[in-house]
């Protein structure tokens, strides 16, 4: 038999139906709620709230697990690399080998963007930061491809504009980097693969020859793998809701960019080396910035520590510090800012402030640490996270249209003034 719960208001009863997920979670549908009730639920920060059914990424909080399409990340980190596993999360199934060399192929074959697109970057002063600029240029796809406005594509020019999206992010990230530091562009050399081409477009100068070493690209292929998917997070629950409007997949995609950018989901990676840095700069007394950690008083928190869903570990932190190590040691870096935070890691697990709140080291925690020893520059960080999170968002833009979910539109409740008489005053009636 269907569950259902029963909700008591104002002593009449009322049945709801429960929706179980393939993993065993639990919703309460309250969709007919306010017709049914005139009441309306409450959940700021949507802590409590489903906002879709999706079959892209499993993700459980208290033991640990992620998984993309149904399978674990450990083993997609170890065993595949970020193309395969952006067909897994966009098209549901991992690709048979002629799937993904047509697939790579694709992506390939559109690397380069419209040569007017070095005219927009050229209006942004060099003072911009790069995610505002790749937010700028994923949006100006769409004056590039206006068939992408469509919301009635067929299902090829559909996969057209997931191609583009995905093999002009490296083109735009490392161009947002070029304009940053003032250098001339490079044009991505198609006989790389993804994250080698992203590399030579970001650090070759002019007139120098540039190889990409192996160990940079496959530490970055990694890096992308753990960032792909992460469920309803908070960029793409925007990818999703401005996508419930039918806006293009470019604009969608843009929106998602600027949600990601903030110091509370993205831009933490950034942020955690700044703190690192901030604390060896202030002559590394770890026990003084986690006492401001815990300070109510103080706005600063430990970045890279926490997170909305896994309160327990990180599986992606775990992953990544391993990979952190193997760089480092391989590339023979020491880096001070790397011994402050494995301290910092060390005192504040067992600081019962972070034990009782379950604050764990997040995912950013570690990639901020492996971009600066591949050469990445700190304000990069979150168009990295961007470039992985990529095949992510399509899959989530693509699940929302094909279920033909309704506009996103929540709902308030209201509690500024009730109505009040309007009085002109004198200058405003003259
Ligand atoms: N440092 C110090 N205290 C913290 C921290 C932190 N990093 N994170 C949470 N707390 C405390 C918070 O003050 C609160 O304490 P109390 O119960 O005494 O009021 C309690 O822990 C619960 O915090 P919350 O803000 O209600 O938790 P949340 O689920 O709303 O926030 C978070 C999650 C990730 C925004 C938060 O932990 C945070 O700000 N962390 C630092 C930023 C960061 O690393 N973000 C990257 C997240 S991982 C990448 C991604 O997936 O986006």
């Known amino acids: 038999m269907a569950k259902t719960v029963e909700l008591i208001i104002e002593g009449k009863s009322y049945t709801l139906p429960v929706i179980e997920g393939s993993e065993n979670e639990m919703a309460i549908d309250i969709s ?3 017709d049914q009730t005139g009441y309306i639920t409450m959940d700021i920060g949507y802590k409590n709230t489903g906002s879709t059914k999706s079959a892209i990424t499993f993700l459980d909080g208290e033991t640990g697990i992620l ?3 149904g399978y674990a990340i450990e083993e997609l980190a170890e065993k595949s690399n970020f193309l395969e596993v952006s067909y897994l999360l966009i098209f549901g199934e991992l690709p048979t080998q002629e799937q993904l060399a047509k697939f790579t192929h694709d992506i390939t074959t559109h690397t380069l963007v419209h040569e007017d697109v070095k005219k927009i970057l050229d209006g942004f002063p060099s003072s911009a930061h790069p995610m505002g600029v790749l937010s700028s240029l994923f949006c100006a796809q769409t004056a590039f491809y206006p068939e992408s406005l469509n919301p009635n594509r067929p299902a090829d020019g559909v996969y057209l504009s997931i191609v583009r999206s995905m093999a002009k992010m490296p083109t735009f990230a490392a161009w947002s980097y070029k304009n940053n530091v003032g250098h001339p562009v490079n044009y991505p ?3 790389l693969d993804y994250c080698a081409r992203f590399m030579k ?7 120098e020859d540039y190889e990409t070493d192996p160990v940079i690209a496959d530490a970055l292929d990694k890096l992308l793998i753990l960032h792909a998917d992460h469920e309803q997070n908070c960029s793409t629950s925007t990818v999703r809701i401005v996508g419930s409007s039918k806006a293009s997949i470019y604009s969608s995609i843009s929106a998602g960019i600027n949600a990601l950018w903030g110091p ?9 080396i700044v703190m690192l840095e901030a604390i060896k700069n ?4 770890i026990d003084k910035w986690i006492a401001k950690a815990k300070d109510k008083n103080d706005p600063f928190r430990l970045m890279g520590f926490g997170h909305r869903v896994y309160k327990n570990f990180d599986p992606r932190a775990k992953i990544i510090k391993k990979a952190a190590d193997d760089v480092l040691g391989k590339l023979g870096i020491n880096d001070p800012v790397l011994e402050i935070a494995q301290k910092l890691e060390e005192i504040a697990l067992k600081d019962p402030y972070f034990v009782e709140r379950k604050l764990y080291p997040n995912v950013d925690f570690y ?3 492996i971009y600066r020893a591949l050469g990445i520059p700190v304000d990069m960080f979150t168009v990295m996270f961007a470039m992985g999170r990529l095949p992510g968002w399509i899959a989530q833009w693509r699940e929302l249209r094909a279920n033909n979910e309704p506009i996103g539109r929540p709902r308030q ?5 009730k109505l009040k008489p309007y009085t002109a005053i004198a200058s405003r009636k003259a």
């Open 367 to 369: 990639s901020g640490i």
């Open 189 to 191: 050399d198609n006989k």
């Open 67 to 69: 998984r993309y399409r």
């Open 282 to 285: 202030d002559g590394g007394n």
């Open 264 to 272: 509370l989901h993205g831009g933490a990676n950034q942020e955690v």
């Open 201 to 207: 477009m970001m650090f070759a100068l002019p007139a």
């Open 413 to 417: 409740i209201y509690t500024g003034s």
């Open 32 to 34: 007919d709620l306010r």
